[in-house]
Protein backbone atom coordinates (compact mmCIF):
# COMPACT_ATOMS: atom_id res chain seq x y z
CA UNK A 1 0.00 0.00 0.00
CA UNK A 2 1.54 3.48 -1.26
CA UNK A 3 0.90 6.37 1.18
CA UNK A 4 0.39 9.81 -0.23
CA UNK A 5 2.78 12.28 0.39
CA UNK A 6 1.98 16.39 0.00
CA UNK A 7 2.68 17.80 -3.60
CA UNK A 8 4.65 20.58 -1.61
CA UNK A 9 5.04 22.21 1.63
CA UNK A 10 2.56 25.04 1.18
CA UNK A 11 -0.28 22.76 0.59
CA UNK A 12 0.73 20.91 3.34
CA UNK A 13 0.58 24.22 5.30
CA UNK A 14 -2.34 25.78 3.59
CA UNK A 15 -4.39 22.73 4.28
CA UNK A 16 -3.32 22.56 8.51
CA UNK A 17 -4.47 26.71 8.45
CA UNK A 18 -7.93 25.30 6.94
CA UNK A 19 -8.18 23.21 9.34
CA UNK A 20 -7.48 25.71 12.18
CA UNK A 21 -9.43 28.30 10.78
CA UNK A 22 -13.06 27.76 11.14
CA UNK A 23 -16.04 28.87 12.41
CA UNK A 24 -14.45 29.24 16.35
CA UNK A 25 -11.92 32.22 14.96
CA UNK A 26 -15.23 34.48 13.54
CA UNK A 27 -17.48 33.83 16.42
CA UNK A 28 -15.81 32.62 19.41
CA UNK A 29 -12.63 34.49 19.54
CA UNK A 30 -13.65 38.20 19.62
CA UNK A 31 -16.46 37.47 22.52
CA UNK A 32 -13.65 35.47 24.38
CA UNK A 33 -11.16 38.62 24.01
CA UNK A 34 -13.86 41.20 25.06
CA UNK A 35 -14.99 39.48 27.88
CA UNK A 36 -11.55 38.51 29.22
CA UNK A 37 -9.81 41.59 28.95
CA UNK A 38 -9.96 43.24 25.26
CA UNK A 39 -6.64 44.01 24.35
CA UNK A 40 -5.17 43.14 27.77
CA UNK A 41 -6.24 39.42 26.56
CA UNK A 42 -3.87 39.40 23.67
CA UNK A 43 -0.81 39.00 26.30
CA UNK A 44 -1.93 35.60 27.78
CA UNK A 45 -3.42 34.82 24.30
CA UNK A 46 0.00 34.94 22.75
CA UNK A 47 1.45 33.29 25.66
CA UNK A 48 -1.17 29.95 25.56
CA UNK A 49 0.03 30.24 21.72
CA UNK A 50 3.73 29.93 22.36
CA UNK A 51 3.70 27.63 25.59
CA UNK A 52 0.82 25.36 24.26
CA UNK A 53 -0.87 25.76 21.21
CA UNK A 54 2.62 25.50 19.01
CA UNK A 55 4.18 22.85 21.32
CA UNK A 56 1.46 20.41 21.30
CA UNK A 57 1.09 21.07 17.34
CA UNK A 58 5.06 20.14 16.96
CA UNK A 59 4.12 17.26 19.09
CA UNK A 60 1.01 16.32 16.96
CA UNK A 61 3.02 16.63 13.28
CA UNK A 62 6.27 14.83 14.31
CA UNK A 63 3.73 11.77 15.32
CA UNK A 64 2.16 11.88 12.39
CA UNK A 65 5.69 11.99 9.86
CA UNK A 66 7.41 9.63 12.22
CA UNK A 67 4.90 7.43 12.56
CA UNK A 68 3.00 7.64 9.18
CA UNK A 69 -0.62 6.73 9.88
CA UNK A 70 -3.80 8.19 10.97
CA UNK A 71 -4.34 8.74 14.82
CA UNK A 72 -4.95 4.90 15.56
CA UNK A 73 -1.96 3.68 13.68
CA UNK A 74 0.88 6.70 14.77
CA UNK A 75 -0.45 5.79 18.20
CA UNK A 76 -0.12 2.19 18.01
CA UNK A 77 3.31 2.28 16.26
CA UNK A 78 4.46 4.36 19.13
CA UNK A 79 2.91 1.70 21.36
CA UNK A 80 1.11 -0.85 20.76
CA UNK A 81 -1.38 -0.27 23.94
CA UNK A 82 -1.75 3.70 23.21
CA UNK A 83 -3.86 3.21 20.17
CA UNK A 84 -7.49 3.72 22.13
CA UNK A 85 -5.83 7.27 22.50
CA UNK A 86 -6.12 7.44 18.54
CA UNK A 87 -9.40 5.53 17.79
CA UNK A 88 -10.74 8.42 20.75
CA UNK A 89 -9.93 10.72 18.97
CA UNK A 90 -11.46 9.12 15.55
CA UNK A 91 -14.73 9.24 17.67
CA UNK A 92 -14.20 13.01 18.38
CA UNK A 93 -14.12 14.19 14.99
CA UNK A 94 -17.20 11.97 13.78
CA UNK A 95 -18.79 13.53 16.30
CA UNK A 96 -17.83 17.34 15.56
CA UNK A 97 -18.30 16.06 11.81
CA UNK A 98 -22.24 15.46 12.22
CA UNK A 99 -23.04 18.77 12.89
CA UNK A 100 -20.62 21.08 12.05
CA UNK A 101 -22.49 20.47 8.13
CA UNK A 102 -25.77 22.01 9.32
CA UNK A 103 -23.76 25.33 10.67
CA UNK A 104 -22.09 25.25 7.50
CA UNK A 105 -25.71 24.73 5.10
CA UNK A 106 -27.48 27.97 7.89
CA UNK A 107 -24.37 30.02 6.60
CA UNK A 108 -25.10 28.78 3.29
CA UNK A 109 -28.59 30.02 3.21
CA UNK A 110 -27.98 33.26 4.97
CA UNK A 111 -25.92 34.16 2.57
CA UNK A 112 -28.52 34.14 0.17
CA UNK A 113 -31.25 35.79 2.35
CA UNK A 114 -28.30 38.42 2.60
CA UNK A 115 -29.57 39.34 -1.00
CA UNK A 116 -32.92 40.90 0.29
CA UNK A 117 -32.92 40.32 3.81
CA UNK A 118 -35.35 37.67 3.69
CA UNK A 119 -34.71 37.20 7.76
CA UNK A 120 -37.40 40.75 8.13
CA UNK A 121 -36.93 43.12 11.20
CA UNK A 122 -36.61 40.67 13.55
CA UNK A 123 -33.81 37.71 13.19
CA UNK A 124 -33.81 35.99 16.22
CA UNK A 125 -37.78 35.19 15.94
CA UNK A 126 -37.02 34.66 12.30
CA UNK A 127 -33.68 31.93 13.37
CA UNK A 128 -35.50 30.22 16.03
CA UNK A 129 -39.11 30.48 14.16
CA UNK A 130 -39.30 30.49 10.89
CA UNK A 131 -35.97 29.13 9.76
CA UNK A 132 -35.06 26.11 12.31
CA UNK A 133 -38.29 26.03 13.54
CA UNK A 134 -36.64 24.95 16.50
CA UNK A 135 -38.42 22.80 20.07
CA UNK A 136 -37.53 23.15 23.32
CA UNK A 137 -35.70 19.75 23.63
CA UNK A 138 -34.84 16.65 22.23
CA UNK A 139 -38.52 14.97 22.03
CA UNK A 140 -40.30 16.90 19.09
CA UNK A 141 -38.61 16.44 16.09
CA UNK A 142 -40.94 17.84 14.02
CA UNK A 143 -40.69 17.57 9.76
CA UNK A 144 -37.85 16.96 8.22
CA UNK A 145 -36.88 20.28 6.56
CA UNK A 146 -36.01 19.89 2.87
CA UNK A 147 -34.07 23.33 2.48
CA UNK A 148 -31.51 23.03 5.37
CA UNK A 149 -31.09 18.77 4.78
CA UNK A 150 -30.62 19.90 0.81
CA UNK A 151 -28.04 22.36 1.73
CA UNK A 152 -26.56 19.65 3.78
CA UNK A 153 -26.54 17.58 1.13
CA UNK A 154 -24.32 19.66 -1.06
CA UNK A 155 -22.19 20.12 2.06
CA UNK A 156 -21.66 16.45 2.25
CA UNK A 157 -21.51 15.78 -1.40
CA UNK A 158 -18.44 18.16 -1.78
CA UNK A 159 -16.73 17.12 1.36
CA UNK A 160 -16.53 13.65 -0.20
CA UNK A 161 -15.53 14.51 -3.47
CA UNK A 162 -12.78 16.38 -2.02
CA UNK A 163 -11.46 13.61 0.31
CA UNK A 164 -12.18 10.83 -2.17
CA UNK A 165 -10.23 12.55 -4.75
CA UNK A 166 -6.74 12.08 -2.29
CA UNK A 167 -4.42 14.37 -0.67
CA UNK A 168 -2.62 16.10 -3.42
CA UNK A 169 -5.93 16.12 -5.76
CA UNK A 170 -8.27 16.69 -3.62
CA UNK A 171 -7.41 18.32 0.07
CA UNK A 172 -3.91 20.28 -1.41
CA UNK A 173 -5.86 21.67 -4.41
CA UNK A 174 -9.01 22.75 -2.81
CA UNK A 175 -6.89 24.68 0.15
CA UNK A 176 -4.87 26.42 -2.58
CA UNK A 177 -7.72 27.88 -4.10
CA UNK A 178 -10.31 28.25 -1.16
CA UNK A 179 -7.44 29.68 1.84
CA UNK A 180 -6.52 32.55 -0.26
CA UNK A 181 -10.39 32.96 -1.03
CA UNK A 182 -11.26 33.43 2.50
CA UNK A 183 -8.84 35.79 3.24
CA UNK A 184 -9.86 38.42 0.27
CA UNK A 185 -13.38 38.07 1.44
CA UNK A 186 -13.08 38.49 4.92
CA UNK A 187 -10.20 41.28 3.84
CA UNK A 188 -12.63 42.97 2.07
CA UNK A 189 -15.27 42.52 4.68
CA UNK A 190 -13.19 44.13 7.57
CA UNK A 191 -12.06 47.35 5.07
CA UNK A 192 -16.07 47.57 4.36
CA UNK A 193 -16.72 47.47 8.28
CA UNK A 194 -13.93 49.51 9.18
CA UNK A 195 -15.88 52.28 7.21
CA UNK A 196 -19.17 52.64 8.83
CA UNK A 197 -20.12 54.82 11.04
CA UNK A 198 -19.19 53.77 14.93
CA UNK A 199 -16.52 51.27 14.16
CA UNK A 200 -13.95 53.12 16.03
CA UNK A 201 -15.89 52.88 19.20
CA UNK A 202 -16.28 49.05 18.39
CA UNK A 203 -12.36 49.00 18.31
CA UNK A 204 -11.69 50.85 21.20
CA UNK A 205 -14.21 48.34 22.72
CA UNK A 206 -12.34 45.28 21.44
CA UNK A 207 -8.92 46.35 22.14
CA UNK A 208 -9.16 48.98 24.70
CA UNK A 209 -6.92 46.82 27.73
CA UNK A 210 -8.51 46.33 30.58
CA UNK A 211 -4.99 45.38 32.52
CA UNK A 212 -6.79 44.11 36.10
CA UNK A 213 -7.95 40.95 34.17
CA UNK A 214 -4.69 39.66 33.48
CA UNK A 215 -4.25 39.14 36.77
CA UNK A 216 -7.31 36.53 36.88
CA UNK A 217 -6.23 33.04 36.41
CA UNK A 218 -9.60 32.61 34.68
CA UNK A 219 -8.41 34.65 31.91
CA UNK A 220 -5.31 32.88 31.81
CA UNK A 221 -7.15 29.38 31.39
CA UNK A 222 -9.57 31.34 28.59
CA UNK A 223 -6.82 31.99 26.63
CA UNK A 224 -5.48 28.48 26.77
CA UNK A 225 -8.86 27.32 26.33
CA UNK A 226 -9.35 29.57 23.17
CA UNK A 227 -5.81 28.11 21.94
CA UNK A 228 -6.57 24.61 21.94
CA UNK A 229 -10.45 24.69 20.14
CA UNK A 230 -9.02 26.94 17.31
CA UNK A 231 -5.80 25.00 16.32
CA UNK A 232 -7.18 21.72 15.49
CA UNK A 233 -5.44 19.90 17.89
CA UNK A 234 -6.34 17.08 20.34
CA UNK A 235 -8.46 15.16 18.08
CA UNK A 236 -6.48 13.68 14.83
CA UNK A 237 -6.45 16.25 12.69
CA UNK A 238 -2.81 17.26 12.69
CA UNK A 239 -1.59 13.80 13.25
CA UNK A 240 -3.48 12.82 10.04
CA UNK A 241 -2.49 15.72 8.27
CA UNK A 242 1.26 15.37 8.64
CA UNK A 243 1.36 12.11 8.18
CA UNK A 244 1.45 12.67 4.83
CA UNK A 245 4.86 14.49 5.01
CA UNK A 246 8.01 13.73 3.40
CA UNK A 247 10.57 12.81 5.90
CA UNK A 248 12.31 16.09 4.91
CA UNK A 249 9.45 18.32 5.92
CA UNK A 250 10.64 20.75 8.42
CA UNK A 251 8.29 20.19 11.50
CA UNK A 252 8.67 23.66 13.94
CA UNK A 253 8.83 26.59 11.26
CA UNK A 254 5.66 24.55 10.07
CA UNK A 255 4.22 24.53 13.34
CA UNK A 256 5.01 28.20 13.96
CA UNK A 257 3.59 29.21 10.86
CA UNK A 258 0.05 27.25 10.99
CA UNK A 259 -0.10 28.81 14.33
CA UNK A 260 0.59 32.42 14.01
CA UNK A 261 -1.23 32.44 10.58
CA UNK A 262 -4.28 30.96 12.89
CA UNK A 263 -3.57 33.95 15.49
CA UNK A 264 -3.48 36.37 13.03
CA UNK A 265 -7.15 35.91 11.47
CA UNK A 266 -8.53 35.63 14.76
CA UNK A 267 -7.35 39.03 15.53
CA UNK A 268 -8.83 40.44 11.91
CA UNK A 269 -12.35 38.32 12.91
CA UNK A 270 -11.93 40.72 15.86
CA UNK A 271 -11.52 44.05 13.89
CA UNK A 272 -14.30 43.00 11.74
CA UNK A 273 -16.82 41.88 14.04
CA UNK A 274 -16.27 44.41 16.38
CA UNK A 275 -16.32 47.14 13.61
CA UNK A 276 -19.72 46.01 13.24
CA UNK A 277 -21.19 46.00 16.55
CA UNK A 278 -19.73 49.45 16.88
CA UNK A 279 -21.75 50.84 14.20
CA UNK A 280 -25.23 48.85 15.33
CA UNK A 281 -24.43 50.61 18.67
CA UNK A 282 -24.14 53.63 16.66
CA UNK A 283 -27.49 53.56 14.84
CA UNK A 284 -29.80 51.48 18.05
CA UNK A 285 -27.96 53.01 21.00
CA UNK A 286 -27.67 49.52 22.30
CA UNK A 287 -24.21 49.36 23.77
CA UNK A 288 -21.95 46.27 22.44
CA UNK A 289 -22.05 44.64 26.40
CA UNK A 290 -25.52 43.75 25.65
CA UNK A 291 -25.40 42.58 22.44
CA UNK A 292 -24.71 39.07 20.95
CA UNK A 293 -21.23 39.36 20.26
CA UNK A 294 -19.95 35.31 20.07
CA UNK A 295 -22.19 31.59 18.68
CA UNK A 296 -24.72 31.05 16.91
CA UNK A 297 -26.17 34.55 18.05
CA UNK A 298 -23.17 36.62 16.87
CA UNK A 299 -23.77 34.78 13.25
CA UNK A 300 -27.50 34.45 12.63
CA UNK A 301 -28.64 37.38 14.96
CA UNK A 302 -26.44 40.10 15.14
CA UNK A 303 -25.05 40.19 11.89
CA UNK A 304 -28.46 40.39 10.45
CA UNK A 305 -29.60 43.02 12.21
CA UNK A 306 -25.89 44.92 11.43
CA UNK A 307 -27.28 44.18 7.83
CA UNK A 308 -30.62 45.34 7.79
CA UNK A 309 -29.31 48.81 8.99
CA UNK A 310 -26.38 49.64 6.57
CA UNK A 311 -26.32 52.58 4.84
CA UNK A 312 -24.92 51.19 1.46
CA UNK A 313 -23.84 47.35 -0.12
CA UNK A 314 -25.57 45.52 2.78
CA UNK A 315 -26.60 42.89 0.38
CA UNK A 316 -22.56 42.64 0.03
CA UNK A 317 -21.75 42.60 3.45
CA UNK A 318 -24.11 39.97 3.98
CA UNK A 319 -22.54 37.55 1.26
CA UNK A 320 -19.25 38.35 2.51
CA UNK A 321 -19.48 37.66 5.99
CA UNK A 322 -21.75 34.10 5.18
CA UNK A 323 -19.61 32.99 2.45
CA UNK A 324 -16.19 33.29 5.02
CA UNK A 325 -18.21 31.32 7.13
CA UNK A 326 -19.02 28.89 4.66
CA UNK A 327 -15.20 28.66 3.47
CA UNK A 328 -14.03 28.55 6.88
CA UNK A 329 -16.08 26.18 8.11
CA UNK A 330 -15.93 23.52 4.80
CA UNK A 331 -12.20 23.79 4.50
CA UNK A 332 -12.58 23.10 8.70
CA UNK A 333 -14.72 20.14 7.79
CA UNK A 334 -13.28 18.47 5.24
CA UNK A 335 -9.98 18.30 7.80
CA UNK A 336 -12.34 16.66 10.57
CA UNK A 337 -13.92 13.94 8.46
CA UNK A 338 -10.50 13.07 6.82
CA UNK A 339 -9.48 11.55 10.55
CA UNK A 340 -11.76 8.90 10.55
CA UNK A 341 -11.63 8.06 6.40
CA UNK A 342 -7.71 8.15 6.77
CA UNK A 343 -8.20 5.36 10.16
CA UNK A 344 -9.98 3.10 7.85
CA UNK A 345 -7.29 3.49 5.17
CA UNK A 346 -4.74 3.00 7.35
CA UNK A 347 -6.09 0.35 10.13
CA UNK A 348 -7.85 -1.76 7.68
CA UNK A 349 -6.16 -1.38 4.32
CA UNK A 350 -9.39 0.10 2.50
CA UNK A 351 -9.48 1.63 -0.61
CA UNK A 352 -9.90 5.82 -0.59
CA UNK A 353 -12.83 5.72 -2.36
CA UNK A 354 -14.10 2.89 -0.37
CA UNK A 355 -13.56 4.63 3.03
CA UNK A 356 -14.43 7.86 2.09
CA UNK A 357 -18.09 6.22 0.80
CA UNK A 358 -18.47 3.85 3.69
CA UNK A 359 -17.24 6.02 6.68
CA UNK A 360 -18.15 9.40 5.14
CA UNK A 361 -21.16 8.07 3.56
CA UNK A 362 -22.54 7.11 7.31
CA UNK A 363 -21.75 9.96 8.96
CA UNK A 364 -23.43 11.97 6.44
CA UNK A 365 -26.60 9.76 6.75
CA UNK A 366 -26.94 10.39 10.46
CA UNK A 367 -25.91 13.82 10.27
CA UNK A 368 -28.98 14.06 7.87
CA UNK A 369 -31.61 12.23 9.71
CA UNK A 370 -30.72 14.74 13.19
CA UNK A 371 -29.63 17.78 12.11
CA UNK A 372 -32.75 18.92 10.26
CA UNK A 373 -35.07 18.86 12.30
CA UNK A 374 -36.61 20.76 15.19
CA UNK A 375 -34.60 19.23 17.70
CA UNK A 376 -31.12 19.55 15.59
CA UNK A 377 -30.21 22.67 17.43
CA UNK A 378 -30.67 21.25 20.68
CA UNK A 379 -28.73 18.66 19.52
CA UNK A 380 -26.34 20.58 17.99
CA UNK A 381 -25.28 23.23 20.97
CA UNK A 382 -25.04 19.90 23.97
CA UNK A 383 -23.45 18.06 21.48
CA UNK A 384 -20.73 20.45 20.83
CA UNK A 385 -20.31 21.88 24.17
CA UNK A 386 -19.95 18.06 25.84
CA UNK A 387 -17.69 16.78 22.59
CA UNK A 388 -15.04 20.03 23.22
CA UNK A 389 -15.28 20.84 26.70
CA UNK A 390 -14.93 17.53 27.94
CA UNK A 391 -14.08 15.24 24.92
CA UNK A 392 -11.09 16.98 23.48
CA UNK A 393 -9.82 18.65 26.42
CA UNK A 394 -9.56 15.23 28.39
CA UNK A 395 -8.22 13.43 24.90
CA UNK A 396 -5.58 16.08 24.36
CA UNK A 397 -4.60 16.21 28.11
CA UNK A 398 -3.76 12.02 27.61
CA UNK A 399 -2.66 12.07 24.66
CA UNK A 400 0.49 14.60 26.07
CA UNK A 401 0.84 12.42 29.58
CA UNK A 402 1.07 9.38 28.11
CA UNK A 403 3.30 10.50 25.33
CA UNK A 404 5.78 12.69 27.16
CA UNK A 405 5.30 11.37 30.71
CA UNK A 406 4.36 7.20 30.76
CA UNK A 407 6.39 6.01 27.41
CA UNK A 408 8.72 8.70 27.75
CA UNK A 409 8.97 9.62 23.87
CA UNK A 410 9.55 13.02 24.22
CA UNK A 411 13.29 12.87 23.69
CA UNK A 412 12.49 10.50 20.40
CA UNK A 413 10.07 13.23 18.98
CA UNK A 414 12.07 15.99 19.81
CA UNK A 415 15.60 14.66 17.59
CA UNK A 416 13.01 13.42 15.07
CA UNK A 417 11.70 16.96 14.94
CA UNK A 418 14.97 18.69 15.31
CA UNK A 419 16.73 16.39 12.29
CA UNK A 420 15.11 18.58 9.74
CA UNK A 421 13.80 21.71 10.90
CA UNK A 422 15.67 25.19 10.71
CA UNK A 423 14.72 25.76 14.53
CA UNK A 424 15.61 23.40 16.87
CA UNK A 425 13.28 22.35 20.14
CA UNK A 426 14.86 21.49 23.39
CA UNK A 427 14.48 21.95 27.48
CA UNK A 428 11.78 24.80 27.07
CA UNK A 429 9.43 22.85 24.40
CA UNK A 430 9.57 20.20 27.25
CA UNK A 431 8.68 21.90 30.16
CA UNK A 432 5.97 23.86 27.17
CA UNK A 433 4.49 20.26 26.34
CA UNK A 434 4.90 18.43 29.40
CA UNK A 435 4.30 20.54 32.15
CA UNK A 436 2.58 23.85 31.13
CA UNK A 437 0.05 22.61 28.76
CA UNK A 438 -1.16 19.63 31.06
CA UNK A 439 -1.60 21.83 34.14
CA UNK A 440 -3.84 24.20 32.19
CA UNK A 441 -5.93 21.39 30.22
CA UNK A 442 -6.40 20.07 33.66
CA UNK A 443 -7.14 23.44 34.91
CA UNK A 444 -9.55 24.61 32.18
CA UNK A 445 -11.56 20.72 32.41
CA UNK A 446 -11.92 21.69 36.66
CA UNK A 447 -13.44 24.78 35.50
CA UNK A 448 -15.83 23.34 32.85
CA UNK A 449 -17.17 20.94 35.73
CA UNK A 450 -17.27 23.41 38.27
CA UNK A 451 -19.25 25.23 36.02
CA UNK A 452 -21.30 22.80 34.58
CA UNK A 453 -21.99 21.63 38.43
CA UNK A 454 -22.94 24.56 40.09
CA UNK A 455 -25.36 25.66 37.47
CA UNK A 456 -24.05 28.94 36.51
CA UNK A 457 -26.29 31.30 34.01
CA UNK A 458 -25.97 29.65 30.42
CA UNK A 459 -25.55 26.22 31.83
CA UNK A 460 -28.60 25.48 32.58
CA UNK A 461 -29.38 23.14 29.13
CA UNK A 462 -26.47 21.85 29.92
CA UNK A 463 -27.39 20.37 32.97
CA UNK A 464 -31.01 19.37 31.48
CA UNK A 465 -29.32 16.95 29.30
CA UNK A 466 -26.38 15.65 31.36
CA UNK A 467 -27.47 12.31 30.11
CA UNK A 468 -27.17 12.82 26.50
CA UNK A 469 -24.31 15.29 26.96
CA UNK A 470 -22.34 12.41 28.78
CA UNK A 471 -23.01 9.88 26.84
CA UNK A 472 -21.95 11.60 23.71
CA UNK A 473 -18.51 12.58 25.31
CA UNK A 474 -18.12 9.19 27.48
CA UNK A 475 -19.17 7.11 24.20
CA UNK A 476 -16.21 9.21 22.55
CA UNK A 477 -13.94 6.87 25.04
CA UNK A 478 -15.54 3.96 25.17
CA UNK A 479 -15.50 4.09 21.25
CA UNK A 480 -11.58 4.56 21.46
CA UNK A 481 -11.39 1.07 24.04
CA UNK A 482 -13.20 -1.13 21.96
CA UNK A 483 -11.94 -0.45 18.85
CA UNK A 484 -8.38 -0.64 20.56
CA UNK A 485 -9.30 -3.95 22.17
CA UNK A 486 -11.08 -5.60 18.82
CA UNK A 487 -8.13 -4.56 16.83
CA UNK A 488 -4.87 -5.59 19.39
CA UNK A 489 -4.08 -8.66 17.66
CA UNK A 490 -4.28 -7.18 14.16
CA UNK A 491 -1.11 -5.77 13.34
CA UNK A 492 -0.67 -2.55 11.51
CA UNK A 493 -0.67 -2.90 7.44
CA UNK A 494 2.63 -2.10 5.80
CA UNK A 495 3.05 1.08 4.42
CA UNK A 496 5.28 2.66 1.94
CA UNK A 497 5.17 6.29 1.32
CA UNK A 498 4.94 7.71 -2.53
CA UNK A 499 8.50 9.41 -1.45
CA UNK A 500 9.90 5.59 -0.73
CA UNK A 501 8.57 4.67 -4.31
CA UNK A 502 10.18 6.88 -5.95
CA UNK A 503 13.61 6.34 -4.53
CA UNK A 504 13.64 2.58 -4.86
CA UNK A 505 12.67 3.13 -8.81
CA UNK A 506 15.47 5.55 -9.00
CA UNK A 507 17.78 2.88 -7.50
CA UNK A 508 16.37 0.37 -10.35
Not at 95 to 109: H, K, M, Q, R
Not at 159 to 171: D, E, H, P, R
Not at 243 to 268: C, M, P, W
Not at 414 to 436: E, H, Q
Amino acid sequence: MVRENWGSRVGFILAAIGSAVGLGNIWRFPGVAYENGGGAFLVPYLVALTTAGIPLLIMEFTIGRRFKGSAPVAFRRMNRNAEAIGWWQVAISIVIAVYYAAIIAWAGWYGWFSVSQQWGGDPSTFLMGDFLQASDGFGDFGTWMPDIGLAMVVVWAFTLLVIGAGVKKGIETTSKVFIPLLLVMFGILVVQALTLDGAVEGLNAFFTPDWEKVLEPGVWLAAYGQIFFSLSIGFGIMVTYASYLKRKSDITTSAFTVGFANSSFEILAGIGVFAALGFIAFESGVPIAEQSYAGVGLAFIAFPTIINTLPYLAGLFGVLFFASLVVAGWTSMVSIVQVPVAAMEDRFGWGRVKATVVVGGAMAVVSLILLPTASGLMFLDVSDYYINQYGIVVAALVSIVVTVWVLWRWKELRDDANATSTFKVGPVWFVCLGVITPIMLAGILYLNVRDLLASEPGFEVYNQYQAFGWAVAGGALAFGVVMALILRRKEVPPVETEEEAHEVEAAQ
